[in-house]
């Protein structure tokens, strides 16, 4: 049975509900109208700071700390409801403040970040008066396997010196990306897992070069984006290390939980929005002699996409529960299961859509084509279905055969 949400929680999700309607859903085409007219798509829309005020005043911001120090003090679970509103609008998460990677980053540097770090870096990020970026990934070796990354970081005296060729650093072409946080590794000849570290690059250190940016299926993601970024002979103060030498595959860890619950809230959001677009759309659309929504088989594809929306959702509240109750190691097995599931239901749904618009679906005028192209990376994100498949065979064979 679902465990209920808390009154804060409650008021949160209907809070949240209403913003979306009044506020995100209207303004969807005006950011993207004002970006497509701009001479550089790389700036700040107006509108945007101007919901963000908004949200902030109303209390719905950093809603995704578990902290009221810093956040709005809600469980995994809790959050996860909200989480799955923001997700039904790609411009929803930064007005909220609680965006990948910022929100991981943000997690870092609550989890493992010293009190100077904090100052510097956590606060203004906190405001949404910076961005961030995470630079892990190397077009040079397959990432899907961390101890691949080959980015050195070299201690030299009160330094590091920083060599890496980083891309899908998502953020980093944003005019207020101010921070990166970069994996490599500080010592080759260590045990497995303990030769990488993550270290803090403000990113106009000199050596950062944004080389290129990377769109997505065609999709800038603008003023947000991708790029990648290469650190060449980089030099940053030894006190930016995060937690110490070594610990970088423990704070990727303890990033990665939480995270993924958001990437598939987010997810079956998308799913929820495609599947409303989709009922509305068959029920004003004729052919052949009646609605579209008259047709069997397309009640079918709504009652595949509900029930799909359902399992994918449970699962991934299962799973946060789990992150609550018994931590994250705990629930790795439930974790890589919704990171499998969540994104496969959001595609399936987001298709079905695309096919009842037609010629509309895979077009700029409504938001099915890029949630779809989003969604598809999700397979990819924070580890491909394959790594997540293999562990959990490997946990599931380990439970059978005790």
């Given at each position: 049975m679902l465990k209920e949400l808390s009154p804060k929680a409650a008021e949160l999700q209907k809070n949240l509900t209403e913003f979306m309607e009044e506020y995100i859903y209207p303004n969807?085409?005006?950011?993207?109208?004002?970006?497509?007219?701009?001479?550089?798509?790389?700036?700040i829309p107006p509108l945007?700071?101007?919901?963000?005020?908004?949200?902030?005043?109303?209390?719905?911001?950093?809603?995704?700390?578990?902290?009221?120090?810093?956040?709005?003090?809600?469980?995994?679970?809790?959050?996860?409801?909200?989480?799955?509103?923001?997700?039904?609008?790609?411009?929803?998460?930064?007005?909220?403040?609680?965006?990948?990677?910022?929100?991981?980053?943000?997690?870092?540097?609550?989890?493992?970040?010293?009190?100077?770090?904090?100052?510097?870096?956590?606060?203004?990020?906190l405001e949404g008066k910076i961005r961030s970026c995470f630079s892990m990934t190397e077009p040079d070796v397959a990432s899907s396997d961390a101890t691949n990354?080959?980015?050195?970081?070299?201690?030299?005296?009160?330094?590091?010196?920083?060599?890496?060729?980083?891309?899908?650093?998502?953020?980093?072409?944003?005019?207020?990306?101010e921070i990166a946080i970069v994996m490599g590794k500080t010592d080759p000849d260590a045990p497995k897992h303990q030769q990488q570290s993550m270290i803090l690059v403000p990113f106009n250190t000199p050596g950062v070069e944004v080389k290129r940016y990377l769109p997505v299926f065609g999709y800038d993601h603008a003023p947000h984006g991708h790029a990648e970024v290469h650190y060449n002979n980089v030099r940053v103060?030894?006190?930016?290390?995060?937690?110490?030498?070594?610990?970088?595959?423990?704070?990727?860890?303890?990033?990665?939980g939480p995270?993924?619950?958001?990437?598939?809230?987010?997810?079956?959001?998308?799913?929820?929005?495609?599947?409303?677009?989709?009922?509305?759309?068959?029920?004003?659309?004729?052919?052949?002699?009646s609605t579209l929504a008259e047709k069997d088989v397309i009640r079918e594809v709504i009652a595949e996409s509900r029930i799909e929306i359902e399992q994918a959702r449970l699962l991934t509240l299962h799973a946060a529960h789990k992150i609550d109750t018994e931590g994250a190691k705990?629930?790795?097995?439930?974790?890589?299961?919704?990171?499998?599931?969540?994104?496969?239901?959001?595609?399936?749904?987001?298709?079905?859509?695309?096919?009842v618009f037609g010629g509309a679906g895979v077009s700029d005028d409504f938001p099915l084509a890029a949630h779809w192209a989003n969604a598809r990376t999700l397979r990819l994100v924070d580890g491909p279905d394959?790594?997540?498949?293999?562990?959990?065979?490997?946990?599931?064979?380990?439970e059978q055969l005790k």
């Open positions: 969807e085409s005006k950011v993207e109208q004002y970006l497509d007219e701009a001479e550089d798509r790389w700036t945007i700071e101007e919901l963000k005020g908004k949200a902030k005043s109303q209390g719905l911001w950093n809603l995704f700390l578990p902290d009221t120090e810093h956040g709005a003090g809600l469980s995994n679970y809790e959050y996860a409801h909200l989480c799955e509103i923001m997700g039904r609008s790609l411009l929803a998460p930064e007005i909220f403040n609680c965006n990948a990677p910022d929100t991981g980053n943000m997690e870092v540097f609550v989890k493992y970040g010293t009190d100077e770090q904090k100052k510097r870096w956590l606060e203004p990020l990354i080959q980015s050195s970081i070299v201690r030299e005296g009160d330094e590091y010196v920083i060599n890496a060729k980083k891309w899908w650093s998502s953020g980093a072409m944003d005019p207020r990306c103060p030894a006190s930016n290390i995060l937690l110490g030498e070594g610990r970088g595959f423990e704070i990727a860890q303890g990033r990665l995270g993924r619950i958001h990437h598939c809230m987010r997810a079956i959001g998308a799913a929820e929005r495609a599947l409303d677009l989709l009922c509305k759309r068959a029920s004003e659309r004729e052919a052949f002699g705990a629930a790795r097995k439930e974790i890589a299961m919704i990171k499998i599931a969540a994104p496969r239901v959001s595609l399936n749904v987001i298709d079905r859509a695309i096919q394959q790594v997540h498949l293999r562990d959990v065979g490997r946990l599931e064979l380990r």
